[in-house]
């Protein structure tokens, strides 16, 4: 059974009250070094300013760690993710690797 998690960058949820703090949940994606490689390689991808390939690897990692967040919620048994964060940071020797961490509060609504 698929349950619908409700996802908000905001301490509440409109309309639903928080019933049940349930606590804080994390999920974090490294992308490594070939992806740094990669990215400078294709460089060329560049238009108006922005690079197409390099944004659509950043979402995947982005919805990977929100997707981890979300199943360590249901884990819980939280229906609802308030508070959420994404940080993204370089890290690794050199700063070759890229890692993506979301963070919130996983509640009953």
Do not use: C, W
Not at 49 to 65: F, H, M, P, W
Request: hydrophobic share 40%; net charge negative.
């Amino acid at each position: 059974m698929n349950t619908v998690m409700i996802l908000s960058t905001t301490p509440q949820i409109e309309g639903h009250a928080i019933r049940e703090y349930k606590g804080v949940v994390t999920g974090e994606t490294i992308i490594g070094a070939n992806f740094v490689k990669d990215f400078f390689a294709g460089i060329r991808d560049v238009i108006g300013g922005r690079s197409g390939s390099y944004e659509k690897v950043l979402r995947e990692a982005k919805d990977t760690s929100m997707q981890e967040m979300m199943e360590r919620a249901q884990e819980m048994g939280a229906n609802a993710i308030v508070g959420i964060d994404i940080d993204y940071e370089t890290i690794g020797k050199g700063n070759s690797m890229l890692m993506v961490a979301t963070s919130g509060t996983a509640v009953v609504i």
